[in-house]
């Protein structure tokens, strides 16, 4: 599973760094930071499908194996 | 055994996202959705800012379709009484519904003046509203009196006079959005909008309107008169549930919950089959005694998904699970300026301003009640924010768990 954040749509909310903080962090000036590569372990996914769904302007997707999920 | 046919009533964020939840979480019976709204489900935080402003139309700020998920979308249907004895739903147009579980997800909406008002006095909770808004800041010589300094009466300021617009904002409190958000906040904010150049009467309540059939202006509680060619009262909302009058639901103000989201009868015992969701429903919160009322998004969202995990629970599963604890979160946008706050600002007796930094636009406030940390607030500084969230969760965990050992 792989996260991509529209960083225009991004307005730095925040939820996805409450709800999945080892994939999403904010630099100095809050623009967001990404890790993107997912492993396959099922509480960390669980973390970031939450964060996807906290998003208040949908920003952030999540692909598997190159398609939409 | 999961209910057979699920009524939802509300098709807004709540309603469509435990419609939604339903179905992610395997739900493959009956499902429909009743909206009294002719348009398809869309979001409301953008109609202050975005949409007002121009920027966006209602494609952009529709809500995650329902459509392919087996869900019947009634639009422009109003639910008008809730029959639990039969489970039935009757709406406007005289049909009925049977249902196995119901829903309310039917929100709020916005707190309407007590007489009648001459055009040109507007509310803002639709997309309608907005619309009709923003034709009204459109216009030649526009000139906007918003009533009322809580965050949707300061964004939408905020928004017009970012167009050009001149404004004036009435406040009865000595600052905008103090009641929420304390004074020291309440004073940033302030600052934005006289830096802004709007004009801001603290203090003041609006007495009556200016002008026979289109309005001129307001007089205000200290006497001056105010002219203008469009008001915007926002005097706060009030929760959508006067169609529940005399259903045997407990309504105070909203349907109020256990922390299930399982509405309560009057006697205080849970109904079965009927959950409330988002702005219209309260519940209780390691807080406070009784229940409380949020009206924030994160909050709509976070019920949709606690409701459908206890609307699938089976019935011989034993108890439900308990819901994560509820760290509250709140958004206002103005001037560019990204205010956020986590947990309950407005329960706390104390702030502590760790940052205050008005041309540098940036704030963070700490909110704390018999010196317990209860909410933080900032702006431009979610960095910081996101560091006080397990701290809140930890916190109200604790008093979860104290309360319960009583
Ligand atoms: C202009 C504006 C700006 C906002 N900005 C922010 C923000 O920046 N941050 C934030 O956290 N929150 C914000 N909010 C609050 C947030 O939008 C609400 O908390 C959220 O919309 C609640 O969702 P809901 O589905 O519970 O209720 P609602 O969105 O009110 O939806 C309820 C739906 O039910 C329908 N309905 C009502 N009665 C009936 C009936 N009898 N039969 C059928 N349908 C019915 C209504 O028409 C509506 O479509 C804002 C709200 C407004 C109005
Ligand atoms: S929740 Fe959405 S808007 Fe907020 S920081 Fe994450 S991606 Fe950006």
Redesign the pocket.
């Known amino acids: 599973m792989r996260i991509h954040v529209d960083m225009n749509r991004c307005e730095s909310h925040g939820q996805c760094v409450f709800a999945a903080p080892e994939h999403f962090s904010f630099d100095e000036d809050d623009n967001l930071l990404v890790v993107e590569d997912v492993p396959a372990d099922e509480a960390v996914r669980a973390a970031v499908r939450e964060a996807a769904a906290a998003c ?1 302007v949908r920003a952030v997707t999540l692909h598997t194996d190159g398609t939409a999920a | 055994m999961s209910p057979r046919h699920i009524v939802v ?7 469509t ?1 435990t419609a939604r939840a339903l179905r992610e979480q395997g739900f493959d019976g009956r499902l429909t959705l ?4 002719p348009h398809p ?1 869309y ?7 975005q949409l007002l402003a121009g920027e966006r139309e209602i494609g952009d700020i529709a809500l995650p379709p329902t459509d392919g998920l087996g869900i019947e979308l009634r639009t422009g ?4 009484a809730l029959r639990l004895a039969d489970r039935t739903l009757a709406l406007a147009d005289g049909s009925r519904l049977d249902w196995d579980a119901l829903v309310v ?6 707190r309407p003046w007590p007489a009648p008002v001459p055009g040109g006095v507007h509310t ?3 997309l309608d509203d ?1 619309r009709a808004l923003r034709r009204e800041l459109a216009a030649e010589g526009a000139r906007l009196l918003v009533v009322g300094a809580g ?2 009466g300061s ?2 300021a905020a928004t017009a006079a970012e167009l050009g617009v001149p404004v004036t904002l009435v406040e009865a409190e000595e600052l905008p959005m103090a009641r929420g958000i304390g004074t020291v906040a309440g004073g940033f904010v302030a600052r934005l909008h006289r830096e802004a150049g709007v004009e801001l009467r603290t203090g003041t309540t609006l007495r009556s309107f200016t002008g026979a059939g289109r309005v001129t202006g307001a007089v205000l509680e200290d006497g001056t008169h105010v002219p203008a060619t469009a008001v915007l009262l926002a005097l706060g ?1 009030v929760p ?1 549930t006067a ?1 529940l009058r005399g259903s045997g639901l407990l309504l105070d103000g909203a349907v109020v919950c256990d922390e299930h989201g399982r509405a309560l009868a009057e006697d205080g015992t849970v109904v079965p089959d009927v959950l409330a ?4 429903s309260r519940r209780p919160h390691p807080l406070t005694d009784g229940t409380l009322h ?7 969202v976070e019920h949709a998904a606690v409701a459908a995990r206890v609307l699938l629970h089976p019935a011989g599963a034993g108890e439900l699970p308990e819901p994560p604890v509820a760290v509250p ?5 103005q001037y560019g300026v990204r205010f956020r706050s986590l947990g309950l600002p407005h329960l706390a007796d104390e702030a502590r301003t760790v940052e205050y930094d008005v041309p540098g636009r940036r704030l963070e406030v700490t909110y704390h009640r018999d010196g317990e940390l209860v909410g933080v607030l900032t702006a431009n500084r979610t960095r910081r924010l996101a560091a006080y969230r397990p701290r809140l969760a930890d916190a109200f965990r604790h008093r979860r768990a104290a309360a319960a050992a009583l």
């Open positions: 208040p | 009533v509300g098709a807004s964020l709540a309603g996202g009743v909206g009294d709204e489900p979001d409301r935080p953008p109609l202050s800012k249907a109003a639910a008008t997800a039917t929100g709020a909406a916005a803002l909770r639709t907005a965050f949707l964004e939408a909302a959508g169609w969701v988002g702005d219209a949020l009206g924030h998004w994160s909050a709509a979160s709140f958004w206002s946008d």
